[in-house]
């Protein structure tokens, strides 16, 4: 809860889009009355991206999967960045009654020439999220097709 307080403040931007250096300013995260939750757009690619891969988000930047993950519920966990040119909005969500929760938000400068690593550059509030969430190790590709495809 602390983390998800904190990442709310730290990572407004991601409500509105990718850290505001580019795109239109895309809605990615809604609230609802069970806390936030992805938008539309977000959701779709919460449930299909393979991790490690890159998607265009009309409005919002690069959407980035970095690991997929099983919490100590077993529900399915994704962690993710959206990236505009200068600035990066990391995230963690889990999937619970049909829907992707937002677990963290972060926001984060993006250096020319930086070098992204699976888990290794996102904001501090959402590692730290994943690190309170992540149950054993990360899902291999495998394990994560599998559970993406019991997602939908």
Do not use: H, N, Y
């Not at 677990?103 to 999220?129: F, M, Q």
């Amino acid at each position: 809860a602390a983390s998800l307080a904190l990442g709310l403040i730290v990572g407004s931007q991601f409500m509105t889009g990718s850290g505001g250096d580019s795109g239109s300013g895309e809605t990615l995260v809604l609230a609802s009355a069970d806390g936030p939750i992805a938008s539309k757009d977000l959701a779709r690619v919460l449930s299909q991206l393979p991790g490690g891969e890159v998607k265009m988000l009309e409005g919002a930047g690069r959407a980035r999967m970095s690991i997929s993950f099983r919490d100590g519920d077993g529900r399915l966990c994704r962690q993710f960045s959206v990236e505009g040119d200068t600035a990066a909005t990391d995230g963690a969500a889990c999937w619970k009654a049909q829907q992707w929760r937002i677990e963290a938000v972060g926001t984060r400068a993006i250096e020319a020439g930086d070098i992204r690593t699976a888990s290794g550059d996102a904001a501090e509030p959402v590692l730290a999220a994943v690190d309170a969430l992540i149950a054993g190790e990360p899902l291999d590709a495998a394990a994560e097709a599998k559970a993406l495809k019991q997602a939908q």
